[in-house]
């Protein structure tokens, strides 16, 4: 590979409030089965919902569902003990909602998974690939539906993708990493090349903090993504939420992904 043709960095991105929004989807199909397992007692406001992401540790919907429904019951004095819960009877319900009753075949899903506003176009990558820039995606969505939107939808051919199945949940920085390597060995990148990653939430951010000690060889770079309703929310919100990111570990935090292109990558510092 010549000096003119060396790469630039890798961009890994997250998908879920990044490449696709997920205020009506995810978080709609979240509170469905929060309000459903509360007895329609309680349904969480994007806000409630924020404040649990916020926390770091709740990136999975389904236990976040959960842990909704037991803090509702718990602030009404019972304790977890008493409260009968079937992770499975919510993680079925949660589909159900997001996917539509046909849960295997995406051909026939019907539900909010449908109709996500993408917040990116193939041309996008294209892009980064012309500026130099080799990209993939960890996720914490499922194997269906993360290549549901990038393969069937954003018309992307067979892109590197490390799922939920795949690695342990964020923040552990396993599935980032992994992403790394097979763009490594796949393209013969350089061993030290800086690493993006793109996300929305403090869990994104906090495993890029994570791979930074895990790998200290290479330069991790965190780029917060606002999710859109957080960029169409109150000015004070959004500078809470993106405080949030920087304060988790981002370099940066942006508007939208389309801002992450060439022209960014020497302005950010870990």
Do not use: C
Request: glycine share 10%; aromatic share 10%; net charge negative.
């Amino acid at each position: 590979m010549t000096s003119l043709a060396a790469p630039r960095a890798i961009a890994v991105f997250d998908i879920d409030g990044v490449l696709r929004d997920v205020g009506n989807s995810y978080r709609r199909a979240l509170a469905d089965t929060v309000e459903e397992f509360t007895g329609g007692l309680y349904r969480p406001t994007p806000e409630d919902i924020d404040r649990l992401k916020g926390e770091g540790q709740w990136n999975n919907d389904w236990e976040g569902s959960q842990e909704l429904v037991y803090r509702y019951f718990e602030a009404q004095g019972k304790s977890r003990g008493a409260i009968a819960l079937d992770y499975d009877q919510i993680v079925d319900f949660f589909q159900r909602r997001y996917r539509g009753p046909n849960l295997e075949d995406p051909n026939q899903w019907t539900g909010y998974i449908t109709q996500e506003p993408l917040l990116a176009d193939a041309a996008y990558f294209d892009e980064l690939t012309r500026d130099r820039i080799p990209w993939g995606f960890f996720s914490g969505a499922t194997q269906g539906s993360a290549r549901f939107v990038l393969e069937r939808r954003l018309g992307l051919s067979n892109p590197v993708l490390v799922a939920m199945e795949d690695a342990p949940g964020k923040p552990d920085p396993t599935g980032l990493g992994a992403v790394v390597d097979r763009l490594t060995e796949q393209r013969g990148l350089p061993a030290d090349l800086p690493v993006i990653y793109a996300g929305d939430t403090v869990a994104d951010m906090q495993t890029v903090v994570q791979a930074r000690i895990a790998q200290p060889q290479r330069r991790w770079l965190g780029v917060g993504v606002l999710p859109p309703h957080v960029v169409a929310g109150a000015d004070a919100y959004r500078r809470a939420y993106g405080d949030a990111l920087l304060d988790a570990g981002a370099s940066a935090v942006i508007s939208g992904v389309r801002e992450l292109t060439a022209s960014l990558i020497p302005t950010l510092k870990p």
